[in-house]
């Protein structure tokens, strides 16, 4: 194993000296963390120039922060109070810190390099073979139907059952659809990684965010283009949203379980 | 000079705020509508010999008038067309949409359309110098807070709990200058939704003051509910807050009320089933009476569980109870006020959200499986107790600031007064009119204990 090579000007020199001396085909394992002087571009032209392979890259730390805003998937989250919230549970509850245990072992080294601020790179030493752009293009592209495969379903039933794990899994979830470069194509993907009874349950929590969004987007459009509604710069409509959206929940989208 | 005024669309249990207020500061009006101007409100303006005006007993002169019966002509013609439908409704959405929302507005905007025009009117009679009120989301009080913002009249929104649950559809924005919160977690939501921390300003909430001296005469209180309900001394007492469902958000399961019941009740069988004795007490909301008794006694009918179920006492129960368990509840809040320990039911009467309390706050969470499992060992273990209740100590300024120094009715006040002098201060200067930046830079001034401040300093 290397030591951490932090000054990105010298990572190919330093790579280059501290390996030049292994056999063609021997194997390294070089600790990353990201930062401003090293970007996952970087640091994988660092190694093509030390005539370095990449072999394999394995992200870890997902809830550390400080991944690519492109390709972390909880970049959108992570600074909110609510995420700081679900965390803070973490040595309360041990199927939570048992979900993260598991995306850590399994989703999370697939994750494109720079998708969490940390990573381990498995680096081989073959001059005739730099890291050419086919296997360093697959490793800056986020591939979520992918790594979410590489769940195995059964293992996650048991953390499901805490509802701030399914929190913390649908989150995930629909944040890795949102990212996807085929959104339609990833949602089917996304959902088919949970077991059966919460598989549905995150189908209906995505439609209920649906529904949210739907309702209030609407409540605010209908009547933005008859002038008639304001009276000395305010709008009377406003006076209706509240109610409004709780009859659009009700009685269009249909939120809600018929009452019994 | 015109008499100097303000508006409040207070609730009664906030009305301690404008009391206190109204000690600092001589305002000769108190205009409120018709349906705020309740007694309570009457008492408080009368003690300090205001004159409190019915905004929307004003007669408006003519071209004063808004003519709101127009307004709803145009809003009639406009629904008709298919220019605001959304592109995926087919003819039965379409016209579905249609009655859903000309209903809706045909119902609303006469109200709060009148209390518009009574804003108007008195603005022209009167001083004005604030315009305070518990929530900003209602109808004719939305309108109220956007015809203040529009007239740059400094506005007050006086959360009327604290948002445990992220502020959601109808909830997610702030219509007023200014939002004061209980305490910083009351904060938290608004802050992820983007509004800017000096906006928003913890003072405690006026309607917990009374926590102060309640929780230092426990015995007292116990005694006195003991007696009331003719219950056993000996015995423990697990209070369960009730909820509901508002189905303003689709990630309400519809039935909180009954399924949250359900799965107190069932582990209040459990418990008696493990031999564990104990009082149930169910604590619901007034509104609730009659159709609430009738559910616990329905899902209490087969076993053997004998359960207190009342709609008073809020304060006391939780101040005398053992245990206390409630759902993404204020009442939770209350819980750490009055020093008993509280346990939270996720997960039954909403979709998987972030949690409403956070680990160190002191509340356990449970789910219906292991509910019964919680409430015991909070009983049966003085240890645990005893951690739980430090920690919910330690945190308790995050989820009301000042604790139990009842002390929040005053820095409302406070607060109001500033903002309130802030517009005398403008208005003597014959000031140009206020841009948004301006009005955004004297408030800044006139709010020094802002959350977002705080947090960086710490």
């Known amino acids: ?260 | 000079m015109a008499a100097s005024a303000v508006v409040s669309l207070l609730w009664d249990k906030h009305l301690p705020a404008l009391d206190r207020f109204l000690d600092a500061r001589r305002v000769d009006v108190v205009l409120a509508p018709q349906a705020g101007a309740t007694p309570l409100l009457h008492e408080v303006v009368q003690r300090h010999g205001s004159e409190l005006v019915v905004l929307d007993g004003l007669r408006p002169r003519r071209r004063q008038d808004l003519r709101i019966d127009e307004a709803i002509t145009d809003l009639d013609t406009h629904l008709a067309t298919d220019d605001w439908l959304p592109p995926d409704v087919d003819a039965a959405g379409a016209a579905r949409l249609r009655e859903l929302i000309g209903n809706r507005y045909r119902a609303d905007i006469p109200a709060a359309g009148a209390v518009l025009q009574g804003l108007v009117t008195a603005r022209a009679s009167y001083d004005l110098r604030l315009l305070v009120g518990s929530e900003d989301v209602l109808s004719a009080s939305k309108v109220a807070f956007a015809w203040a913002r529009a007239r740059a009249l400094p506005s007050l929104h006086l959360a009327h709990s604290l948002a445990l649950v992220d502020p959601y559809t109808v909830h997610a924005h702030l219509m007023a200058d200014v939002l004061a919160v209980y305490g910083e977690r009351g904060a938290e939501g608004y802050l992820d939704l983007g509004i800017s921390p000096d906006r928003i300003v913890a003072t405690g909430n006026p309607a917990w003051d009374g926590y102060a001296q309640l929780r230092t005469a426990r015995e007292k209180v116990r005694r006195a509910l003991h007696d009331k309900h003719g219950l056993d001394q000996r015995l423990p007492v697990v209070v369960f807050g009730t909820t509901w469902s508002a189905r303003l958000t689709a990630m309400d399961t519809g039935h909180a009320h009954t399924d949250t019941l359900r799965a107190f009740l069932r582990a209040c069988g459990e418990l008696v089933g493990r031999g564990v004795q104990f009082t149930a007490v169910v604590k619901d909301r007034p509104s609730n009476a009659d159709a609430g008794r009738a559910v616990v006694d329905r899902l209490a009918a087969d076993g053997a569980l004998d359960v207190h179920y009342t709609v008073d006492d809020t304060q006391e129960w939780a101040v005398a109870a053992d245990v206390l368990v409630a759902v993404d509840s204020n009442y939770l809040v209350e819980a750490m006020l009055a020093g008993t320990p509280g346990i939270n039911l996720p997960g039954v009467a909403l979709r998987a959200g972030p949690p409403a309390f956070d680990a160190e706050s002191g509340i356990v969470e449970a789910g219906p499986h292991d509910l019964a499992e919680r409430i015991a060992e909070l009983l049966d273990d003085p240890t645990l107790r005893a951690g739980r209740l430090a920690r919910a100590e330690r945190a308790l300024d995050r989820y009301h600031t000042g604790g139990v120094d009842g002390r929040a009715a005053e820095r409302v006040a406070e607060l109001m007064a500033r903002l309130a002098d802030r517009t005398t201060i403008a208005g003597t200067a014959a000031a140009p009119p206020s841009s948004g930046q301006r009005l955004r830079e004297r408030l800044h001034h006139a709010v020094d204990v802002v959350v977002g401040h705080r947090r960086e300093q710490r």
């Open chain 1, 1 to 260: 194993m290397l030591p951490e090579v932090s000054r990105p000007r010298s990572v190919a020199r330093a790579l280059r000296h501290r390996t030049r001396r292994l056999p063609t085909g021997a194997r390294v394992l070089l600790p990353w963390t990201r930062s401003h002087a090293s970007t996952p571009e970087q640091i994988l032209a660092s190694v093509a120039r030390a005539e370095l392979t990449v072999v394999a890259t394995a992200p870890y730390g997902l809830l550390l922060g400080g991944g690519d805003p492109d390709l972390a998937p909880l970049a959108a989250v992570e600074r909110t109070h609510a995420w700081r919230r679900l965390l803070s549970w973490l040595p309360e509850d041990p199927l939570l810190a048992a979900l993260v245990e598991l995306l850590e072992r399994t989703l999370v080294p697939r994750l494109p390099l720079g998708a969490t601020r940390h990573a381990l790179l498995v680096l081989e030493r073959h001059p005739s073979l730099p890291g050419g752009p086919g296997p360093r293009e697959q490793r800056l592209r986020l591939a979520p139907a992918a790594a979410l495969a590489s769940i195995p379903p059964e293992e996650l039933a048991a953390p499901l059952t805490s509802p701030r794990a399914r929190y913390l899994m649908f989150t995930l979830l629909a944040q890795l659809e949102s990212r996807g470069p085929d959104q339609a194509a990833q949602s089917d993907h996304a959902g088919a990684v949970l077991p059966p009874p919460y598989a549905a349950e995150y189908a209906e929590w995505r439609a209920a965010h649906a529904a949210d969004a739907g309702a209030t987007a609407l409540t605010r459009a209908w009547a933005r283009d008859c002038e008639g509604r304001l009276r000395r710069g305010v709008d009377l409509t406003l006076a209706a949203d509240y109610q409004l959206v709780g009859d659009l929940l009700s009685h269009h989208y249909r939120s809600f379980p018929e009452d019994t």
